[in-house]
C-alpha cells in the first residue's frame, strides 16, 4: 500500500517546571504514550518515574501555554547517567485510556512497561474522575504472569501500545531488523478487566495474535510504537522504521507513519509524516463525520537525547 505523505502541526514542546524534576530538567525527553480525555492530555516517557498532564485548550500560542505537572508513579529518582538511566528505567511504553471497569466507574488510565527486561514488567493503574482528571491513588500492577507466555512466543518482547475497543483488550509488540513484524495480541476485556482490578488472581489468555507487516524503508521494517482506540472496533497506529536489531538500542529514525485499521484487522490507510519525527505516541481528539469528514490526531516524539524537548504535534486525516 502506497503511502500519502502528510505534514504534521507543531504545537508545542512538553516543558515542565524547573523545580518539579527530579534532575531539574526543563522538558520530557522520551515521550512515548499519550492520552486525551475531557480538557486533559495524559503523557508518559519511557525514562521517567512521572506522568504529565497539560490542558488541551483551543489555543497553543507559545506564550499561553502552561508546563506539564508531573504526577510521581514510582519511588525513587532515576540515575542522570543515560546509560545507567536507561538500565533502571520502567520503560512505561504504552498509555491507555480504559472504559469503566470494577471500582473504576469513570475509567482509568493504564501505563505499562515494554517488558523488554525483567526490570520492565510493571504497570500503574490510575483511576479517574466524570471529567477525566485523576482522582485516587494510583494501584501498581505486576505483569510477568501476563508476559511470560508472550515472551516465549517473541524474539525479544516490546509491548509498546494497549487500547480497548469492540469489547477486547489489545497490546501491541513492536517489532524490530531482526524480527521484523509487529503483532497484535488480542484478550476478552471482560476478562482482562477482572485481572487487573484483582477480582480474580491470574491474567485471561490471548484469544489471537495478528502478525503486522507494515513493510520496511531502505530495509528497515516500519514497527508499531503506539496506538488508539476508534469507533466499532477499528483503531488507528504509528508506526516508525527505526535502525536497530534489538528491543533494547535506539536507531536513527528513517521514517514515521500513521495507519487507520479496520474491525477486521485490515490496514485501510496509511500516511508518512513528512520530516520523519520519531513519534511514539498517538491520542485520538476528535473525529467528524460526514462529507469532508476527518480524524484529528496528537502525537507526541522521542528524540533519543536527553537535551532534546519531546514535542506535541497534530494532524488531520481524512476519513476512511
Known amino acids: 500500500m502506497k503511502s500519502k505523505i502528510i505534514v504534521p502541526e507543531f504545537l508545542r514542546e512538553l516543558n515542565v517546571h524547573l523545580h518539579d524534576h527530579p534532575h531539574g530538567h526543563a522538558w520530557l525527553s522520551a515521550a512515548s504514550g499519550?492520552?486525551?480525555?475531557?480538557?486533559?492530555?495524559?503523557?508518559?516517557?519511557?525514562?521517567?518515574?512521572?506522568?504529565?498532564?497539560?490542558?488541551?485548550?483551543?489555543?497553543?500560542?507559545?506564550?499561553?501555554?502552561?508546563?506539564?505537572?508531573?504526577?510521581?508513579?514510582?519511588?525513587?529518582?532515576?540515575?542522570?547517567?543515560?546509560?545507567?538511566?536507561?538500565?533502571?528505567?520502567?520503560?512505561?511504553?504504552?498509555?491507555?485510556?480504559?472504559p469503566p471497569l470494577p471500582a473504576y466507574p469513570y475509567g482509568a488510565l493504564l501505563a505499562i512497561g515494554s517488558g523488554s527486561r525483567v526490570t520492565r514488567?510493571?504497570?500503574?493503574?490510575?483511576?479517574?474522575?466524570?471529567?477525566g482528571a485523576?482522582?485516587?491513588?494510583?494501584?501498581?500492577?505486576?505483569?510477568?504472569?501476563?508476559?511470560?507466555?508472550?515472551?516465549?512466543?517473541?524474539?525479544?518482547?516490546?509491548?509498546?501500545?494497549?487500547?480497548?475497543?469492540?469489547?477486547?483488550?489489545?497490546l501491541l509488540q513492536r517489532g524490530?531488523?531482526?524480527?521484523?513484524?509487529?503483532?497484535?495480541?488480542?484478550?476478552p476485556w471482560p476478562a482482562m478487566a477482572a485481572w487487573l482490578t484483582g477480582q480474580v488472581p491470574q491474567p485471561p489468555t490471548a484469544t489471537s495474535i495478528q502478525e503486522l507487516d507494515l513493510g520496511c524503508v531502505e530495509g528497515v521494517p516500519l514497527s508499531i510504537t503506539d496506538a488508539a482506540a476508534l469507533p466499532a472496533g477499528s483503531w488507528v497506529f504509528c508506526a516508525v522504521a527505526e535502525k536497530t536489531d534489538n528491543s533494547y538500542h535506539d536507531g536513527a529514525c528513517l521514517a514515521s507513519i500513521i495507519g487507520i485499521v479496520n474491525s477486521h484487522g485490515e490496514?485501510?490507510?496509511?500516511?508518512?509524516?513528512?520530516?520523519?519525527?520519531?513519534?511514539?505516541?498517538?491520542?485520538?481528539?476528535?473525529?467528524?463525520?460526514?462529507?469532508?469528514?476527518n480524524l484529528q490526531l496528537l502525537l507526541v516524539t522521542d528524540a533519543d537525547d536527553p537535551n532534546i524537548a519531546s514535542q506535541l504535534l497534530r494532524v488531520l486525516l481524512p476519513l476512511p
Open 134 to 170: 485523576l482522582r485516587g491513588s494510583n494501584v501498581r500492577l505486576e505483569l510477568e504472569a501476563l508476559y511470560e507466555p508472550l515472551d516465549a512466543g517473541f524474539d525479544g518482547l516490546n509491548i509498546e501500545g494497549a487500547f480497548v475497543t469492540g469489547g477486547q483488550f489489545h
Open 121 to 131: 514488567c510493571q504497570a500503574v493503574l490510575l483511576p479517574l474522575d466524570l471529567t
Open 34 to 98: 499519550l492520552v486525551c480525555t475531557g480538557a486533559r492530555a495524559y503523557v508518559i516517557a519511557d525514562d521517567e518515574h512521572h506522568l504529565g498532564c497539560f490542558a488541551l485548550g483551543a489555543s497553543f500560542d507559545e506564550d499561553k501555554l502552561e508546563p506539564l505537572t508531573l504526577v510521581r508513579l514510582f519511588a525513587g529518582d532515576l540515575p542522570r547517567d543515560k546509560g545507567k538511566r536507561k538500565k533502571a528505567k520502567p520503560d512505561l511504553e504504552s498509555l491507555s485510556l480504559l
Open 267 to 293: 490496514l485501510m490507510q496509511k500516511y508518512r509524516l513528512q520530516g520523519a519525527p520519531k513519534v511514539e505516541g498517538i491520542a485520538v481528539v476528535s473525529k467528524h463525520e460526514g462529507v469532508g469528514g
Open 176 to 187: 524490530n531488523k531482526s524480527k521484523t513484524t509487529s503483532a497484535r495480541i488480542t484478550y
